[in-house]
């Protein structure tokens, strides 16, 4: 693997013990929600699971915050008094290893859930990749939720069996596959996932930075940046902009992957 050490400035832990509302930079504050009514991410999220016409339990204890991109939503090591439901945007799931490398765990898209733990603090930093939008729901509330609608506590225990699921995806992808298969892997599960949002199968967006990239696939970004022109130069991909990409030869990068 290339895991050659990258030395990242620290992450800013909250003072005082505050919770993450607190420790969110940019100014985010919890506003009234909008109503599910008119929810794009409905079908994606958690709340899936609970018939509509139950959705006014979730309204009236739910929130809504907007996290500007470049800020952090949550610190690693925060209290877990809240949990939330991404609804527009992207953000990263971020952990600082002891020698100083950053580990990019996952890129969290609409309508994933963010919070569902059974440790009383953040595993993991949670920053925002793009302008980002999420329903907030404090523990208690949710608990009660559940309580009340057990059928939404299915729905998050179905959230993490999938994550867990592309969990030792990853896992399997850094231990077996070379550079450019590893990316070739990242393009097609992003891919997909985008295409579950209403975005094309052959086509991927990657509002993420190159250095995200390497630090999710274990990888530096000069090694990141020569896996595409590899793949490129097999008319794999194509772009002229880095963060749009063509998924050109989509068969060839899912058998690069061993998908």
Request: aromatic residues 4%; glycine residues 8%.
């Amino acid at each position: 693997m290339d895991t050659k050490p990258r030395q990242r400035p620290s992450i800013p832990q909250p003072v005082g013990g505050q919770g993450p509302r607190a420790a969110m930079s940019g100014g985010a504050r919890r506003g009234p929600h909008p109503g599910c009514r008119d929810c794009q991410t409905r079908d994606l999220a958690i709340c899936a699971a609970l018939p509509f016409e139950y959705t006014r339990d979730l309204e009236d204890v739910a929130g809504e915050i907007r996290v500007p991109a470049g800020t952090t939503l949550v610190h690693e090591g925060a209290p877990r008094r809240e949990v939330y439901t991404l609804t527009h945007g992207m953000l990263r799931r971020v952990r600082l290893l002891p020698d100083g490398r950053r580990l990019v765990a996952s890129f969290l898209m609409p309508g994933d859930f963010i919070g569902f733990s059974g440790a009383p603090l953040y595993r993991h930093t949670i920053e925002a990749i793009t302008d980002s939008e999420l329903c907030v729901f404090s523990m208690q509330d949710m608990r009660r939720l559940c309580t009340r609608h057990p059928e939404l506590e299915s729905g998050m225990l179905a959230q993490a069996c999938t994550e867990l699921d592309a969990t030792r995806a990853s896992l399997m992808l850094l231990a077996r596959l070379g550079p450019a298969e590893r990316l070739a892997g990242f393009l097609v599960d992003m891919a997909e996932r985008q295409h579950r949002r209403g975005g094309c199968v052959d086509h991927v967006d990657l509002p993420m930075t190159r250095a995200d990239i390497a630090d999710h696939l274990g990888l530096t970004i000069e090694t990141v940046s020569r896996s595409f022109t590899k793949l490129r130069a097999a008319q794999a991909v194509a772009f002229d902009d880095p963060r749009r990409i063509d998924l050109v030869d989509l068969a060839a990068l899912r058998a690069a992957a061993g998908l």
